[in-house]
């Protein structure tokens, strides 16, 4: 059995290739595998491994970045959703192509999943969904607006575009694990929309800890390895299969 480990922490990494060195010298000659992205903004990543890897791999983790292990999404498989292990230097863990540049260190307002309902439901939210298209095509939240986007850099040119901030007065955001909607979160904010929230821990927090009798969700959600997409009955089997 593979435990899985999603994780993104936005923050100041004075030395992205310093980090990037230990991290590879650290983990190269263990069962670890996947891609973490290190950037001047933060660190990014999914990885696989046996659960002492993991826990030694977030160990560091919390040491070097302060990365909490209540901020990791954990699920386990029983294939390797991974071939290779990847430590990459990056100008950006997520890439978003705005005008101006973005603080994602300066979000908007974070909402549990326990919370996300009532705020989805609201007639005065916009539900907006960041990610790509061939995402959103498998599945989204009942409601949704979902962009044509191609990629997440598409995001900033669509909202100025088709939204306005004077007309859009409470934004709810979402992505699969958080850290589209954190950064987009960011972004509209410094664009003056008055209030925007983003679902803490994303699609794959939510699904894990959402009732499938009280959710919201429609469809599967698309994941960036081996097993492709995800919905409610595999997150509770894992979870359950890890205790």
Partial sequence: MYTVAAFYRFFALSDPQALRDELHQTFVNTDLRGTTLLAPEGINGTMAGSQESIDRFLTLLDERCGLERSEVKFSTTET?????????????????????????TRPGTYVDPAD?????????????D???TYETEIGTFAGAVTPPLNTFSDFATWVTEHLEPTQTPKVAMFCTGGIRCEKASAYMLQLGFPEVYHLRGGILRYLQETQPSESRWNGDCYIFDERVAVNHDDLRLEEQTED
């Fill in 130 to 132: 960041t990610r790509n």
């Fill in 80 to 104: 390797p959703p991974f071939r290779r292990l990847k430590f990459k230097r990056k100008r950006e863990i997520i890439t978003f192509r705005a005008e101006n540049p973005v603080d994602p």
């Fill in 116 to 128: 996300w309902n009532a705020l989805a439901a609201d007639p005065n939210v916009l539900l907006l």
